[in-house]
T-cell receptor
Framework: GENVEQHPSTLSVQEGDSAVIKCTYSDSASNYFPWYKQELGKGPQLIIDIRSNVGEKKDQRIAVTLNKTAKHFSLHITETQPEDSAVYFCAASIGGNQFYFGTGTSLTVIP | NAGVTQTPKFQVLKTGQSMTLQCAQDMNHEYMSWYRQDPGMGLRLIHY???????DQGEVPNGYNVSRSTTEDFPLRLLSAAPSQTSVYFCASSYEGTRTYEQYFGPGTRLTVT
């Protein structure tokens, strides 16, 4: 089955700096790569996603890049704010009905 | 729309007891999934369904059963609870859009097995 690895497990940045979280996947058939933000006591919420026919996608301060050849994808958050502090998960999916998640990155933005 | 709802929010079971975690969605999504979340391990797929009457196993199906008799409901049954099943359980639903398979998660059920 699919195996998704995520690094780093914890990340601290100063407010206003950028944060980068990286994931790798093993199954070349995976074609959908979402990123989720999870706040304490809540379920994960989709923040950005990318399909395998696209190399980069941006939504305001958040961007995702995908390298299909190397089987890795990354989340970039610019101009970080304290409210960005949360746990972030990457995932990979084939066809949108089975999702395999990374182990999460706990991001702390220091004011 | 209520989105994805889960009941109960909290549950304590004794080893060997059985119970059903309820999940419902009102968005007419064809896909539904159950995950468990344990510290340091992310979310792991237990079972999933691609439509009413169709279910399949995920990464960690042992000790759990599911059924999908309607599009809206996807209950998860613990047959004989074990301490290893202490976890937070999330239900999710998703659909195939033109550019996305966005998953919507419920608020979770925190289960403790003693």
């Amino acid at each position: 089955g699919e195996n998704v690895e995520q690094h780093p497990s914890t990340l601290s940045v100063q407010e206003g700096d950028s944060a980068v979280i990286k994931c790798t996947y093993s199954d070349s058939a995976s074609n959908y790569f979402p990123w989720y933000k999870q706040e304490l006591g809540k379920g994960p919420q989709l923040i950005i996603d990318i399909r395998s026919n696209v190399g980069e996608k941006k939504d305001q301060r958040i961007a995702v890049t995908l390298n299909k050849t190397a089987k890795h994808f990354s989340l970039h958050i610019t101009e970080t704010q304290p409210e960005d502090s949360a746990v972030y998960f990457c995932a990979a999916s084939i066809g949108g009905n089975q999702f395999y998640f990374g182990t999460g990155t706990s991001l702390t933005v220091i004011p | 729309n209520a989105g994805v709802t889960q009941t109960p929010k909290f549950q304590v079971l004794k080893t060997g007891q059985s119970m059903t975690l309820q999940c419902a969605q009102d968005m007419n999504h064809e896909y539904m999934s159950w995950y468990r979340q344990d510290p340091g391990m992310g979310l792991r797929l237990i079972h999933y369904s691609v439509g009413a009457g169709i279910t399949d196993q995920g990464e960690v199906p042992n000790g759990y059963n599911v059924s999908r008799s309607t599009t809206e409901d996807f209950p998860l049954r613990l047959l004989s609870a074990a301490p290893s099943q202490t976890s937070v359980y999330f239900c999710a639903s998703s659909y195939e859009g033109t550019r996305t398979y966005e998953q919507y998660f419920g608020p979770g059920t925190r289960l403790t097995v003693t």
